[in-house]
């Protein structure tokens, strides 16, 4: 399928409406050209190297809004297509978290995408600015170990939040330099047209999975024509006008999640719950989370909090790997309290969320405001009342206006509609958000549905992998309402 955007009477391209999305020249440090080389091993604690990964700098601007001022170094990788004869052309895979490295992923040998793709694509990804080896956000790891819970239960810890985030920002700020302040995905955008540029490519296929959607959708904004074709994958939508709105959303995703876990329960014996009041279960762990009597799955002499607890359990419905949640939770029930004390970390550590208070507006005005939100998660959501997702909330508490906030995509002129494929039952980037991105998008997006499980549905089925492989390689875009069946999760 393909179809073509009428061009304007001016004879320019629609570009982006949105405020701040505002196309930027490209500096002439972009286009030079890259030096590529073996990837190394980097130490004990870094990812194998796999034959054939090779590794570059580009260096771009540490603000975009001021191409030609300082620049920094951003890590990139790439494999070249297997059977150059039959390449493609580029395709950018957009890590997710925030926080993933797509320099590890390209360099442990990028299995993340099927032979066919491998084969007629250079796949390249980098490390988006503020992770990895892109000038991370660096912290102190003794105050970062110091991270209030997001539930919070008072007007002084309400207080206290707000006092902590504010000097942990200038801590990280300190220990990361001026790139600290420019890490929101509005300038990563400009990152993805750097390599493209460098690339010596007009155009680049884009593959990008849970936040790495977010950079995509706002590429395709930004760059219409220079997008060949675009899968996003797990899908984030960044139009959540309230925290109320964003965790109601996130909430859902996780309990509905929780509900397959617990229909599966039922319905085999091979959950080590089988049989049990689950509900009432999770209910009493929490409970006793909350006076320090749960062990830390990893880490058993420490105790944890009913927020990390359920950050647990949310994380575990990701594969979604049900067989070991429910011995887990078992296991958790039969339990002694722990004994141990956490050890105070030294020197510096890593900060991969700090990038989401950059992209994200949703303040909270008051504790009574706060507290009337997690009375609502609690009430719509009685098993994933802390979703994930909170801590994102809390942790932006007292922080300036974001510099990329949220807003409905405005995608206009490309030639090819992009590719929307999500589980119907993912607990981290829920179907409702998919579904409303693609509303966003219009005759610009299609979406692709996975029956079944999990976050991230490319490698959940053939099905799935096949229709996307199609698209990538031969712009084949999928019928409107197509889906394809669920599998068991393995």
Not at 49 to 65: I, K, R
Not at 133 to 149: E, G, I, Y
Not at 280 to 287: T, V
Not at 386 to 392: F, T
Request: hydrophobic share 35%.
């Amino acid at each position: 399928m393909r179809f073509r955007q009428r061009v304007l009477a001016s004879g320019v391209a629609l570009g982006v409406a949105t405020a701040g999305l505002v196309t930027l020249p490209m500096p002439a440090v972009a286009e030079t050209q890259l030096q590529w080389a073996d990837c190394k091993p980097e130490g004990k604690d870094k990812p194998e190297v796999v034959e054939g990964s090779q590794c570059a700098t580009l260096q771009v601007p540490v603000d975009w809004h001021n191409p030609d001022g300082p620049t920094f170094g951003l890590a990139i990788a790439r494999r070249t297509a297997k059977n150059p004869s039959d390449r493609v052309g580029v395709l950018v895979w957009g890590p997710g978290g925030p926080g993933d490295s797509g320099v590890d992923r390209v360099k442990t040998g990028m299995s993340r995408f099927s032979q066919r793709v491998q084969d007629r694509f250079d796949v390249v990804s980098f490390d988006p600015r503020g992770i990895a080896r892109s000038n991370p956000v660096k912290c102190s790891a003794a105050l970062l170990a110091k991270q209030p819970s997001p539930v919070i239960k008072s007007q002084a810890e309400f207080a206290a939040t707000i006092s902590y985030n504010r000097d942990l920002a200038a801590d990280c700020r300190s220990n990361t330099g001026p790139v600290y302040d420019h890490i929101d995905t509005w300038q990563t955008v400009r990152d993805v047209d750097a390599i493209r540029a460098a690339l010596g490519e007009s155009t680049i296929s884009f593959h990008g999975s849970s936040y790495g959607t977010l950079l995509g959708a706002q590429y395709s904004e930004t760059y219409p024509k220079r997008v060949r074709a675009m899968v996003v994958e797990s899908v984030v939508d960044h139009s959540a006008d309230s925290a109320r709105s964003f965790l109601d959303s996130q909430a859902w995703a996780a309990q509905d999640s929780f509900d397959e876990f617990l229909k599966w329960c039922v319905s085999t014996t091979a959950c080590a719950l089988h049989g049990r009041d689950i509900h009432a279960l999770w209910d009493d762990l929490l409970a006793r989370a909350d006076r320090g009597a749960v062990p830390d799955p990893q880490r058993p002499t420490l105790p944890i909090t009913p927020y990390w607890l359920s950050f647990n359990v949310f994380r575990m419905l990701y594969g979604p790997r049900w067989t070991d949640l429910a011995t887990m939770l078992k296991t958790l029930d039969a339990s002694a309290p722990p004994t141990g004390q956490p050890p105070v970390p030294t020197g510096l550590a890593s900060n991969t969320l700090a990038v989401f208070c950059q992209d994200w507006n949703l303040p909270v005005r008051n504790y009574q405001e706060y507290a009337g939100l997690l009375t609502r998660l609690a009430r719509n959501n009685p098993d994933m009342r802390y979703p994930g997702q909170l801590m994102a909330v809390s942790m932006c508490l007292g922080m300036p206006q974001a510099d990329n906030p949220q807003h409905r995509l405005k995608v206009r002129g490309l030639d090819d509609p992009i590719l929307l494929i999500n589980a119907r039952h993912d607990p981290a980037t829920g179907y409702n958000w998919a579904r409303s991105v693609e509303r966003q998008l219009g005759r610009y997006g299609v979406l692709l549905t996975y029956e079944g499980w999990g976050h991230g549905s490319y490698n959940s089925s053939p099905c799935m992998q096949d229709t996307v492989d199609a698209y990538l390689l031969t712009l084949d875009v999928p019928k409107r309402g197509a889906s394809c069946p669920a599998l068991p999760p393995v």
